[in-house]
């Protein structure tokens, strides 16, 4: 077992701390305190990582992206999170949907996208599942008819007409191209009638809604749209009718463990931040990193970040040769994960004292962001159950091929 990294993807986490350290961090307190979700949008942030390449790192090389594996992408999101979570995940995002591109576009869809995509350094992509009444039960746990779930796309010659509305979706409402999740029968279930669409956002019918205003992940935007009457070339669905019972058992192998590896960063962040502190702050006659009861912690937050990074990068290292066991670990991986960076944004908060809610330090908003990937990416309960029934082949799970 070797753990050492290639000098390709020593490059590439070199880069993204280099970007959470000179770009992100001198202003990222100043811009998690804007007041609305629109004027924190960090476009300009977006543009310089196109230009470093990170925005299209998971794009196909053939289209002038870099085809990062799912294990480069890990260690690049522990990194831009360690800056920022909400940033971290719009670019998350992007990736997660290249993946997409490489391998559930046919041809056809890669030509029409693809390149529009890439050449638009603000563009970023986004997937539209969950609605009011349709949360967890989109996770495939409760794969019944009946779940509320509302969005439809009905057949009219060669083309699909969408009526629905999603919301909660991060990159929603800001996003240039959607992937979107529609009932092409609704009689079926949602994992054998839930359809894929790849929907432009200049599509007539679609509309742009509102950013839904939020104690996490400030940066990255959380957003509610619409389709009315939208109607989509059928030559845009993604694969075939009823994908999304396919979707994670055949092509997105590495979303949870890149949503993890997000999480990560924030436990990180307060750790680093903890640690510094600790060594300056003097209390008792010497710095208070001296003091047992603060040592105990630190080293606390030490042993459940690096249990957790490990996780992750075997939940990568399985996804990146499609092994089934990928599933399962990368479900319990973002548990864990999440869990962990709430631990030590809590732990940190212990360590600071008082000031851990003062705004001169940024301890608060590490608690704030933790808790966002205890919801995230499926509850943590819903991801838990799915990973039981995935590890004893049971119910709605081993129907999913989770
Ligand atoms: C930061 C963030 C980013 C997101 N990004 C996206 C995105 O990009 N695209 C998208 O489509 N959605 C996105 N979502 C939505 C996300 O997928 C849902 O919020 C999540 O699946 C949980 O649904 P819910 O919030 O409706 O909670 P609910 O489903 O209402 O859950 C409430 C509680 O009930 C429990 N529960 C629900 N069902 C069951 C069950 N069957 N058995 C046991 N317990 C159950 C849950 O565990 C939880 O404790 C995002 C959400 C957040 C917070």
Request: aromatic share 10%; hydrophobic share 40%; charged share 25%.
């Amino acid at each position: 077992m070797d753990f050492s990294l290639t000098q390709e993807q020593q490059r590439w986490r070199n880069l993204a701390r280099d970007f959470a350290e000179k770009i992100i961090k001198p202003d990222v307190m100043r811009r998690d305190r804007l007041p609305t979700a629109a004027e924190r949008i960090p476009w300009d942030w977006i543009r310089e990582a196109d230009k470093q390449g990170i925005r299209t790192m998971g794009v196909p090389k053939k289209f002038g992206g870099a085809e990062c594996d799912i294990f480069t992408m890990c260690l690049v999101g522990e990194e831009l999170a360690v800056g920022d979570l909400g940033f971290a995940v719009i670019m998350d995002q992007c990736w997660k949907m290249a993946n997409l591109f490489g391998e559930a576009m046919n041809a056809e869809q890669q030509q029409r996208f693809i390149p529009k995509f890439v050449a638009d350094p603000e563009a970023t992509t986004a997937i539209g599942i969950t609605e009011a009444g349709a949360g967890s039960d989109h996770q495939g746990f409760y794969d019944s008819p009946d779940i509320d779930f509302k969005t439809t796309a009905v057949r009219d010659g060669d083309h699909y007409v969408i009526n629905g509305t999603k919301r909660y979706v991060s990159n929603g409402s800001m996003a240039k191209l959607y992937f979107v999740v529609a009932r092409t029968d609704t009689r079926k279930t949602l994992r054998e009638g839930g359809s894929i669409f790849i929907v432009p956002s200049d599509t007539p019918g679609f509309r742009a809604g509102f950013f839904h205003e939020k104690s996490s992940q400030r940066l990255a935007t959380n957003g509610t749209f619409h389709f009315e009457n939208c109607r989509v070339p059928a030559a845009n669905m993604l694969v075939g009718e009823g994908l999304l019972g396919r979707l994670r058992s055949e092509f997105m192998w590495g979303s949870k463990a890149e949503a993890a590896a997000t999480a990560l960063g924030v436990g990180r962040a307060a750790y680093e931040y903890a640690l510094s502190y600790a060594k300056k702050r003097v209390q008792g006659g010497k710095p208070i990193v001296e003091q047992q009861a603060v040592a105990m912690m630190l080293g606390t937050m030490a042993m459940k970040l690096d249990a957790a990074r490990l996780q992750i990068w075997k939940a990568a290292w399985l996804a990146d040769r499609k092994q089934p066991e990928a599933r399962p670990l990368g479900l319990l991986a973002k548990v864990n994960a999440s869990e962990t960076a709430f631990e030590c944004a809590r732990l940190a908060g212990e360590i600071l004292g008082g000031a851990s809610i003062m705004h001169e330090h940024p301890v608060e908003k590490y608690l704030r962001d933790a808790s966002s990937f205890l919801h995230s990416d499926g509850t943590n309960q819903v991801c838990l159950l799915r990973a039981s029934q995935a590890i004893a082949g049971q119910g709605a799970a081993a129907l999913y091929g989770f």
